[in-house]
T-cell receptor, first 117, second 116 residues
Framework: EADIYQTPRYLVIGTGKKITLECSQT?????MYWYQQDPGMELHLIHY???????EKGDLSSESTVSRIRTEHFPLTLESARPSHTSQYLC????????????????FGPGTRLLVL | AQTVTQSQPEMSVQEAETVTLSCTYD???????LFWYKQPPSRQMILVIR??????QNATENRFSVNFQKAAKSFSLKISDSQLGDTAMYFC?????????????FGGGTRLMVKP
């Protein structure tokens, strides 16, 4: 399995709390991604980063924010959690240096299942 | 914008038999890549197979092969000699080629159950 880690794996939290989902990879990959996935449904890209100090919004609008201060770390933050944020959040990374689009492989973390009460 | 459609929400197959998962996509791009990803229960999603749109030859990876029909915009996955470990959600995905930002667009997934 790929060297990409997410913590916590499961989180149950009350409405209004601030939460940070951690994602780290030890492969030196330049590009990192956050996807949101409801149970049994497709993945939707919510954030991505080309490298340090780069963050972009994905296809699906999200109230979360991300930061990329270090290559290996790409945390996602929700300032005030709501029940509508209940979902699974998947982090991924890829090494795009020297590859044309489509030639690199995205490696996924195990995901964080978030339940907001 | 691209769309990816998987018309089979759930499928089942007997161990050692062959199963085919369907995927269709819609795009106006000529340079693109198609992928099948596997997401086992409570485990990480992994890449199963990749197909470059400019290649006519269908990709194969051991027991996994694709039937890529570019004109029909169809990209099915065939799993031969199914094993219990193949039980998972399977996602078809699309990526534009060139310097388009390496974004994956996923289909809704097919839940495959391999029965002993």
């Amino acid at each position: 399995e790929a060297d990409i880690y997410q913590t916590p794996r499961y989180l149950v939290i009350g409405t209004g709390k601030k939460i940070t989902l951690e994602c780290s990879q030890t492969m030196g990959h330049d590009k990192m991604y956050w996807y949101q996935q409801d149970p049994g449904m497709e993945l939707h890209l919510i954030h991505y980063s080309y490298g340090v100090n780069s963050t972009e919004k994905g296809d699906l609008s999200s109230e979360s924010t991300v930061s990329r201060i270090r290559t290996e770390h790409f945390p996602l933050t929700l300032e005030s959690a709501r029940p509508s944020h209940t979902s699974q959040y998947l982090c991924a990374s890829s090494d795009t240096r020297g590859f044309a689009s489509g030639q690199e492989t995205q490696y996924f973390g195990p995901g964080t299942r978030l339940l907001v009460l | 914008a691209q769309t990816v459609t998987q018309s089979q929400p759930e499928m089942s197959v007997q161990e050692a038999e062959t199963v085919t998962l369907s995927c269709t996509y819609d795009t106006s791009e000529s340079n693109y890549y198609l992928f099948w990803y596997k997401q086992p229960p409570s485990r990480q999603m992994i890449l199963v197979i990749r197909q470059e749109a400019y290649k006519q030859q269908n990709a194969t990876e051991n027991r996994f092969s694709v039937n890529f029909q570019k004109a029909a915009k169809s990209f099915s996955l065939k799993i031969s000699d199914s094993q219990l470990g193949d039980t998972a959600m399977y996602f078809c995905a699309f990526m534009k080629g060139g310097n388009a930002g390496n974004m994956l667009t996923f289909g809704g997934g097919t839940r495959l159950m391999v029965k002993p």
